[in-house]
T-cell receptor
Framework: GAVVSQHPSRVICKSGTSVKIECRSL??????MFWYRQFPKQSLMLMAT?????????EQGVEKDKFLINHASLTLSTLTVTSAHPEDSSFYIC??????????????????FGPGTRLTVL | KNQVEQSPQSLIILEGKNCTLQ??????????LRWYKQDTGRGPVSLTI?????NTKSNGRYTATLDADTKQSSLHITASQLSDSASYIC???????????FGRGTSLIVHP
């Protein structure tokens, strides 16, 4: 149990276009999902916290108008990178925190990570 | 400020050998500490989770230790395999929060 998927796994796009990345919890409901980005040989950096049915909370320095987050259901959150530029090229990882209502209940507030999406902006 | 420091930054060992990775954390109040394995181009996968009262936990060939007094943890890998080549990330969580503090990871390479 506690499987999180991401789609797509890899995406290459032209500069100026928008890219949508999906994060799904497959066998549990997640009231909270997180979006991270990771540069080569660096640790995961939290971008934003996404709560179902409400606006996302962005970390300092992350542009909310550039990285649009929608958490429309208890099993799906999306990250849209708008007007992508080469410096947005990175590895984007989502994680999900199981909720108390239905599905598995996380112990220790454990987040379950998706497999990541490699974004390359040309 | 919550911090997690890992050492060494990278490590190369021969297949079959053992190794130990270190983690020092400054997280207050402390809730739990986890070790993750992250293969290249993949998301992190949990290896162990320990709370304040636990000082050792094993998962197959992986054994994690925790010293809450010195705020140190280690991950010991026994009889390493080629598939152990990955980044190992130490993550600490403070009480009352669900936002963890990540270490930068130790990159382990196992050579045949």
């Amino acid at each position: 149990g506690a499987v999180v998927s991401q789609h797509p796994s890899r995406v290459i796009c032209k500069s100026g276009t928008s890219v949508k990345i999906e994060c799904r919890s497959l066998d549990f409901q997640a009231t909270t999902m997180f979006w991270y980005r990771q540069f080569p040989k660096q640790s995961l950096m939290l971008m934003a916290t996404s709560n179902e049915g409400s606006k996302a909370t962005y970390e300092q320095g992350v542009e909310k108008d550039k990285f649009l987050i929608n958490h429309a259901s208890l099993t799906l959150s999306t990250l849209t990178v708008t007007s992508a530029h080469p410096e947005d090229s990175s590895f984007y990882i989502c994680s999900a925190l199981p909720g108390l209502a239905g599905g598995n209940v996380a112990s220790y507030n454990e987040q379950f990570f998706g497999p990541g999406t490699r974004l390359t902006v040309l | 400020k919550n911090q997690v420091e890992q050492s060494p930054q990278s490590l190369i060992i021969l297949e079959g050998k053992n190794c130990t990775l270190q983690c020092n954390y400054t997280v207050s109040p402390f809730s739990n500490l986890r070790w993750y394995k992250q293969d290249t181009g993949r998301g992190p996968v949990s290896l162990t989770i320990m709370t304040f009262s636990e000082n050792t936990k094993s998962n197959g060939r992986y054994t994690a230790t925790l010293d809450a007094d010195t705020k140190q943890s280690s991950l010991h890998i026994t009889a390493s395999q080629l598939s152990d080549s990955a980044s190992y990330i130490c993550v600490a969580l403070s009480g009352g929060s669900y936002i963890p503090t990540f270490g930068r990871g130790t990159s382990l390479i196992v050579h045949p």
